[in-house]
C-alpha cells in the first residue's frame, strides 16, 4: 500500500539550493553532496541511512513525536529492540539526535525544542503515503483510503491485502501478513463455492426427449397406475 514517498510541508520554507532527497531515492553516501545531512525520520530507514553516512559526514536525526514500535521481530528480538540498540551505537558515533521537525526556513531547520540547525542536506525518512488514484471502481474508496472490512469490498471478488493496520499493527509486514491472507483465502473459498451452488440452482434445465430407436422411431412410454 505504500505506494507515494510522503514529503511532509514543513520542507517546502527550505531554500531551492538545499538537497532534498527522500529515502526511496536514496542509494549510498556517495550520492549526496558532501557536508553534514539532517535526516529526518528514526524509523528503519532513516536509522540505517544515518548509520551509513555518519562514517563520513556529521549527521543529525530529527525524531517524530514517536517512534514507531513495529511488531516484525528478528532473531528472537522485536524490530523496536533492534532499532533501540542500533539508536544507542549511533549515538557513540556521533550522531545526535533531535527533537520532531517544526519549521524550515532558507536553510535553518527549527526543531520542537526551539534549537535550530543549518543544513545543506535534508533526507526524507517520512515513510509513505497510498494512491488509490488508479482505482476507478465505485465505492471501493473514500477520501484517499481504501473502504473494506478486513481485506474485503463489496464488490465481488475484489480485496486488499497488506494494508497498513488492515486489521492488526502487523497487517502490513511479512512476519504477520499471514493471518490476513489465510483470512481472506477462506472467504475467497466460501464466495466460490456460493457462486457455484448458485450458479447449480439457476442453471434452466434441459426439455425431456424421449430416446429413439436405430430405426429414429422413439419408443413407447408406459405409464403405470390409475388416473
Not at 16 to 33: E, F, K
Not at 134 to 160: E, M, Q
Not at 176 to 194: G, H, K, N, P, T
Request: hydrophobic share 40%.
Amino acid at each position: 500500500p505504500f505506494q507515494s514517498p510522503f514529503t511532509p510541508e514543513t520542507g517546502h520554507g527550505f531554500d531551492g539550493s538545499v538537497t532534498q532527497i527522500h529515502s526511496a531515492d536514496y542509494r549510498n553516501p556517495q550520492s549526496l553532496p558532501p557536508g553534514p545531512v539532517l535526516v529526518v525520520g528514526a524509523g528503519n530507514s532513516g536509522l540505517q541511512i544515518a548509520h551509513e553516512l555518519v562514517a563520513t559526514r556529521q549527521v543529525d536525526v530529527s525524531v517524530g513525536e514517536k517512534v514507531p514500535m513495529l511488531p516484525q521481530r528478528l532473531l528472537g528480538r522485536s524490530l523496536f529492540w533492534w532499532l533501540t540498540r542500533l539508536g544507542r551505537r549511533l549515538k557513540r558515533a556521533g550522531v545526535r539526535f533531535r527533537p520532531r521537525l517544526v519549521n524550515a526556513q532558507g536553510h535553518t531547520a527549527r526543531f520542537a525544542d526551539d534549537t535550530s540547525l543549518e543544513v545543506p542536506v535534508v533526507v526524507w525518512a517520512t515513510g509513505y503515503r497510498s494512491d488509490y488514484s488508479w482505482i476507478s471502481i465505485p465505492g471501493v474508496t473514500a477520501n484517499g483510503r481504501a473502504v473494506h472490512r478486513r481485506g474485503v469490498t463489496d464488490v465481488p471478488g475484489l480485496y486488499f491485502l497488506g494494508l497498513s493496520w488492515q486489521y492488526t499493527r502487523g497487517s502490513a509486514l511479512l512476519g504477520f501478513v499471514a493471518d490476513d491472507a489465510a483470512y481472506l483465502a477462506e472467504r475467497i473459498a466460501a464466495q466460490a463455492q456460493s457462486t457455484r451452488q448458485t450458479q447449480v440452482e439457476t442453471a434452466p434445465q434441459a426439455p425431456f426427449a424421449p430416446a429413439r430407436d436405430d430405426l429414429g422411431v422413439a419408443p413407447y412410454v408406459v405409464r403405470t397406475g390409475v388416473n
